[in-house]
């Protein structure tokens, strides 16, 4: 039987590598190549991929959407997203902007402001749809 947190993983997941996708593919001349540079691969790793993206979606969906699931709101899933994407792509962007010689503002800004929504809309729509399965059971 497929369970409510089953819905919302899968559709976080889903959501989130879509909108990423897009994201990474309208940005990345527009803003990674330029202010990178000499810094980016000219693909990336799939590998290191797969494990962030694997272990970023559990830990929004135990630390937003199940929080959310538990409210019965998606609302609630919505701003825990945004504050665990903002931690999290904080984390990344400001140790790069401190340790990294020639590390743009322009990309850090951009990468906090995405991640925060991406994360935002990957946890709401994860919880929003789990909200919706559970409902018709």
């Known amino acids: 039987m497929v369970t409510g947190w089953m819905v919302a993983i899968v559709v976080s997941a889903v959501t989130m590598l879509v909108l990423d996708g897009i994201w990474l593919s309208l940005m990345a001349s527009r803003l990674y190549?330029?202010?990178?540079?000499?810094?980016?691969?000219?693909?990336?790793a799939l590998p290191?991929?797969?494990?962030?993206y694997v272990v970023y979606v559990i830990g929004f969906t135990?630390?937003?959407?199940?929080?959310?699931?538990?409210?019965?709101?998606?609302?609630a899933a919505?701003?825990?997203?945004?504050?665990f994407g903002f931690v999290a792509y904080?984390?990344?962007d400001l140790t790069n902007?401190?340790?990294l010689r020639g590390w743009p503002l322009s990309v850090t800004l951009a990468d906090l402001a995405w991640g925060t929504v991406l994360t935002a809309l990957a946890a709401a729509s994860g919880a929003a749809a789990a909200l919706w399965w559970t409902s018709r059971l």
């Open 33 to 44: 190549r330029p202010g990178l540079g000499g810094m980016l691969r000219d693909s990336f």
């Open 97 to 99: 902007l401190a340790t």
């Open 62 to 75: 135990v630390l937003a959407v199940l929080p959310g699931l538990s409210a019965g709101r998606w609302t």
């Open 90 to 92: 904080a984390t990344y």
């Open 48 to 52: 290191p991929a797969i494990v962030f």
């Open 78 to 83: 919505l701003w825990r997203g945004a504050v």
